[in-house]
């Protein structure tokens, strides 16, 4: 099965709402990123953790990481409609010669209402 | 300054024709990846080259044939395309700290 895996599948919010999404994954890791996608655009990385933090900050994002728990969760505080997107998180597997390969989950599908 | 280029945006083209897509990063990373996301917006990697040297290659039809002349460029061939080769291929570059940042994509429409 896939390592990775976010839930909800899509999450739809009033704008001003906080926005949580939550990620599993399988194996150890070094660190789990997660990105956001607009609507047939690129990917935006938005922020790394790496398997010996348990959370970090970036403006009004939050990432929390419980390795004991092999999950981990994305919180956007105060949305805006701007922040209508795909979020997807991606584990960086421990060991081995991943050499910094990405696994990634299926992705979270945000919009944000005015 | 775009971090993660990659040439063209777009390529629509027949089957069995043979295209290249091209990626460059002005980031100086050492690792460069290419993934491939499908209609369901899976991404999945394809290959990873650190310092021009391949390291990863998945399972991935040996039509598709990476090419690294620098550790600043890593580009796409890929040969005889099929229908199913339909799908947006993102390049990638990495720094141990900081993460891997992607380019802009490049929709590939095979008709």
């Known amino acids: 099965s896939q390592q990775g895996e976010e839930d909800p599948q899509a999450l739809s919010i009033q704008e001003g709402e906080n926005a949580t999404m939550n990620c599993s994954y399988k194996?150890?890791?070094?660190?789990l990123q997660w990105y956001r996608q607009n609507s047939g655009r690129g990917l935006v990385h938005l922020i790394l953790i790496r398997s010996n933090e348990r959370e970090k900050h970036s403006g009004r994002l939050r990432v929390t990481l419980d390795t004991s728990k092999k999950s981990s969760s994305l919180l956007i505080t105060a949305s805006r409609a701007a922040d209508t997107a795909s979020y997807f998180c991606a584990t960086d597997a421990a060991g081995g010669t991943s050499y910094g390969k990405l696994t990634f989950g299926q992705g979270t599908i945000l919009t944000v209402h005015p | 300054d775009t971090a993660v280029s990659q040439t063209p945006k777009y390529l629509v083209t027949q089957m069995g024709n043979d295209k290249s897509i091209k990626c460059e990063q002005n980031l100086g990373h050492d690792t460069m990846y290419w993934y491939k996301q499908d209609s369901k917006k899976f991404l999945k990697i394809m290959f990873s080259y650190n310092n021009k040297e391949l390291i990863i290659n998945e399972t991935v039809p040996n039509r598709f044939s990476p090419k690294s002349p620098d550790k600043a460029h890593l580009n796409l061939h890929i040969n005889s395309l099929e229908l199913g080769d339909s799908a947006v291929y993102f390049c990638?570059?990495?720094?141990?700290?900081?993460?891997?940042?992607f380019g802009q994509g490049t929709r590939l429409t095979v008709v």
């Open positions: 990638a570059s990495s720094h141990l700290r900081l993460g891997a940042f």
């Open positions: 194996t150890s890791i070094n660190n």
